[in-house]
Nanobody, 126 residues
Framework: QVQLQESGPGLVKPWQTLSLTCTVS??????????WSWIRQSPGKGLEWMGV???????YYAPHLKSRTSIARDTSKNQITLQLLAVAPEETAVYYC??????????????????WGQGTQGTVSA
């Protein structure tokens, strides 16, 4: 059974870096089975795709976030990480990691992903 669990600091100040971790169990992130995406949902808004990392470590980002976003993997811990620089209050959201057999560039439909984490709250406030 594949499971994803997001974790993070919960609260950061504007202009700081939001760092989140997705811990994966049930499958090795280094196998060629899944792509690993970060997706967020702000209050009252729809899901927003942020970026993806492949099993080989290649990354792709949403164009409007590319300059501030970094997705990496730690195969020794079986974790996927997200760093979002210079965050703004409007980026307060629930942040999800999700696994899919396809790259799903830009995709947010839940049924395009095989597994989702429960999400972690990321609040940006002074």
């Amino acid at each position: 059974q594949v499971q994803l669990q997001e974790s993070g600091p919960g609260l950061v100040k504007p202009w700081q870096t939001l760092s989140l971790t997705c811990t994966v169990s049930g499958v090795s992130i280094a196998t060629g089975l899944y792509y690993w995406s970060w997706i967020r949902q702000s209050p009252g808004k729809g899901l927003e795709w942020m970026g993806v990392i492949s099993y080989s470590g290649s990354t792709y980002y949403a164009p409007h976030l590319k300059s501030r976003t970094s997705i990496a993997r730690d195969t020794s811990k079986n974790q996927i990480t997200l760093q979002l620089l210079a965050v703004a209050p409007e980026e307060t959201a629930v942040y999800y990691c999700a696994a899919s057999e396809r790259e799903n560039l830009g995709a947010t439909a839940r049924d395009l992903y095989d597994y989702w984490g429960q999400g972690t709250q990321g609040t940006v406030s002074a």
